[in-house]
């Protein structure tokens, strides 16, 4: 760590890998309600919202963190204000705190949603974004804070990097990104067009900016490879990202009520969009196998190619096999796309963030050596988990489009007679994660904190 004030990115990382944990736990609780229906005392739509809502705050806190580390690092200076970032990690993390009680509150008793200004007080119902109104404020409010701490440590010192550049850009993008989800249109049609704005441009847009700056830093410090090299190959992923990423929200828009050139816009540029996810893993390699130099953190450099091979098997592949509007019309809203979703959200950024731990925690920590054998253990569990679950739910996504759309068979029958045992398998794959998680959280508050 060459800077004091990047160990503030710790702060971030505990709760991100906390979060992780709740979000998982509640995973499995949702997958035994497949099963199940009263087997918790909150209801699915409560325990899904908990679910998809702690898997979105802790990857941006784990994204916080890695800025916070980064920023000092490329600009060559202490961050502009320390306490600043303190301030900016309590007020979101209690603010997240009230945003979850809500949710239980409200699951418990319904009507305490009650409408106080003119907007729901515990949840605004729509999905993904469920944060009520007075939270999307404070929400917002943190990220500029962060965005303001971040910008003024770069200016500091006039040292611009171009991962510093993409980096700052892809966060600027999300915060702009999240402004269309706090207000509504008259229109269900119009509304979920811009809905989709936030859903969409976040996971596909600027998100995908962070993890190229992110990859590129990963793969400089680990393998002390040429800045100008690495910053091209950023430049070149990060324009296809957004010249397909923006065009390809068009696959969200087939059957919303929407002119029908959208079938050909979002077609064609969905079908593009694995392309610089490609060049992400080849850049990974590439830069892997023209090192020379003894790599110490094995570890770190595993889960970084590890997450540019996922991102693109995950988002890219199994993102694509869907969204061409001849599969879509059969397959819109199955399983199959939440088989996607759960692949491309662990390739694309549970890895991410995951890999930035183990590439910048150590240095935190004041350790050049760690023992990794958990850290290994931890991914295996984790990926090979995932890889049943996705494969698993992909086969009920098959059955699901094939009996209900095909033959016409209702939604519960096809769910309670032809795909229980996909949602066995998927509760025990569940608990197989669980335990690579569990195993992340240990070693993770125990790293330097042993013998290597």
Same mark, same amino acid.
């Given at each position: 760590?060459?800077?004091?004030?990047?160990?503030?990115?710790?702060?971030?990382?505990?709760?991100?890998?906390?979060?992780?944990?709740?979000?998982?736990?509640?995973?499995?609780v949702?997958?035994?309600?497949?099963?199940?229906?009263?087997?918790?005392?909150?209801n699915?739509?409560?325990?899904?919202?908990?679910?998809?809502?702690?898997?979105v705050v802790?990857?941006?806190?784990?994204m916080?963190?890695a800025?916070?580390?980064?920023? &000092?690092?490329?600009?060559?200076?202490?961050?502009?204000?320390? @306490?600043l970032?303190?301030?900016?990690?309590?007020?979101?993390?209690?603010?997240?705190?009230?945003?979850?009680?809500?949710?239980?509150?409200?699951?418990?008793?319904?009507?305490?949603?009650?409408q106080?200004f003119?907007?729901?007080?515990?949840?605004?119902?729509?999905?993904?974004?469920?944060? @009520?109104?007075?939270?999307d404020?404070?929400?917002?409010?943190?990220?500029?804070?962060?965005?303001?701490?971040?910008?003024?440590?770069?200016?500091?010192?006039?040292?611009?990097?171009?991962?510093?550049g993409?980096?700052?850009?892809?966060?600027?993008?999300?915060?702009l990104?999240?402004? @269309?989800?706090?207000?509504?249109?008259?229109?269900?049609?119009?509304?979920?067009?811009?809905?989709?704005?936030v859903?969409? #441009?976040?996971?596909?847009g600027?998100?995908?900016l962070?993890?190229?700056?992110l990859?590129?830093?990963?793969?400089?410090?680990?393998?002390?490879?040429?800045?100008?090299v690495?910053?091209?190959?950023?430049?070149?992923?990060?324009?296809?990202?957004m010249?397909?990423?923006i065009?390809?929200?068009g696959?969200?828009?087939?059957?919303?009520?929407?002119?029908?050139?959208?079938?050909?816009?979002?077609?064609i540029?969905?079908?593009l969009e694995p392309? &610089?996810? #490609?060049?992400?893993?080849?850049?990974?390699f590439r830069? +892997?196998?023209? +090192?020379?130099? @003894?790599?110490?953190?094995?570890?770190?450099?595993?889960l970084?190619?590890?997450?540019?091979?996922?991102n693109?098997?995950?988002?890219?592949?199994?993102?694509?096999?869907?969204?061409?509007?001849?599969?879509?019309?059969?397959?819109?809203?199955?399983?199959?796309?939440?088989?996607?979703?759960?692949?491309?959200f662990?390739?694309?950024?549970?890895?991410?963030?995951?890999?930035?731990?183990?590439?910048?925690?150590?240095?935190?920590?004041?350790?050049k050596?760690?023992?990794?054998?958990?850290?290994?253990l931890?991914?295996?569990?984790?990926t090979?988990?995932?890889?049943?679950i996705?494969?698993?739910?992909?086969?009920?996504?098959?059955v699901?489009?094939?009996?209900?759309r095909?033959?016409?068979?209702?939604?519960?029958?096809?769910?309670?007679?032809?795909?229980?045992?996909?949602?066995?398998?998927?509760a025990?794959?569940?608990?197989?994660?669980?335990v690579?998680?569990?195993?992340l959280?240990?070693?993770?508050?125990?790293?330097?904190?042993?013998?290597?």
């Amino acid at each position: 760590m060459q800077y004091k004030s990047q160990k503030i990115a710790q702060n971030f990382y505990t709760a991100a890998v906390l979060l992780f944990l709740v979000q998982v736990i509640v995973g499995i609780v949702a997958a035994l309600q497949f099963m199940w229906p009263d087997f918790f005392f909150l209801n699915f739509n409560t325990v899904r919202t908990l679910h998809i809502n702690a898997l979105v705050v802790w990857l941006l806190m784990g994204m916080m963190g890695a800025t916070y580390y980064v920023v &000092p690092e490329e600009s060559e200076t202490e961050l502009w204000s320390v @306490p600043l970032a303190n301030l900016q990690f309590w007020a979101t993390v209690f603010a997240v705190g009230l945003v979850i009680i809500g949710y239980i509150v409200m699951g418990i008793n319904p009507q305490a949603n009650m409408q106080v200004f003119g907007t729901n007080l515990l949840n605004e119902g729509r999905e993904y974004i469920e944060a @009520p109104r007075w939270a999307d404020v404070l929400i917002v409010i943190s990220v500029l804070l962060f965005l303001f701490n971040c910008v003024m440590t770069v200016l500091k010192t006039k040292k611009f990097t171009a991962v510093q550049g993409v980096l700052l850009g892809g966060l600027t993008f999300l915060a702009l990104m999240y402004l @269309p989800g706090m207000f509504y249109t008259k229109s269900m049609v119009m509304d979920q067009y811009w809905w989709w704005w936030v859903v969409h #441009l976040w996971v596909e847009g600027s998100w995908e900016l962070i993890a190229a700056a992110l990859l590129a830093f990963m793969l400089h410090k680990l393998l002390g490879t040429d800045v100008k090299v690495l910053a091209k190959w950023m430049y070149i992923e990060v324009g296809l990202v957004m010249f397909t990423g923006i065009l390809g929200l068009g696959h969200h828009y087939y059957w919303i009520g929407t002119p029908k050139y959208w079938l050909w816009v979002g077609g064609i540029f969905s079908s593009l969009e694995p392309i &610089p996810l #490609l060049l992400m893993v080849w850049d990974a390699f590439r830069t +892997t196998r023209e +090192t020379r130099a @003894p790599v110490s953190n094995r570890l770190g450099l595993y889960l970084t190619v590890s997450h540019a091979i996922f991102n693109f098997v995950g988002a890219g592949l199994w993102g694509v096999v869907h969204t061409l509007p001849q599969v879509n019309k059969w397959t819109h809203g199955t399983q199959v796309t939440t088989a996607h979703g759960h692949l491309a959200f662990y390739g694309a950024y549970v890895l991410l963030v995951v890999a930035m731990i183990y590439v910048t925690l150590p240095s935190i920590r004041g350790v050049k050596e760690y023992n990794q054998t958990r850290g290994y253990l931890s991914f295996w569990w984790m990926t090979i988990s995932m890889i049943f679950i996705v494969i698993t739910i992909t086969g009920a996504g098959m059955v699901q489009t094939y009996l209900e759309r095909l033959f016409g068979l209702d939604y519960v029958t096809v769910k309670a007679n032809y795909n229980l045992w996909f949602w066995i398998f998927r509760a025990i794959f569940g608990a197989g994660f669980l335990v690579g998680v569990l195993i992340l959280v240990v070693d993770y508050f125990k790293l330097g904190k042993e013998k290597a």
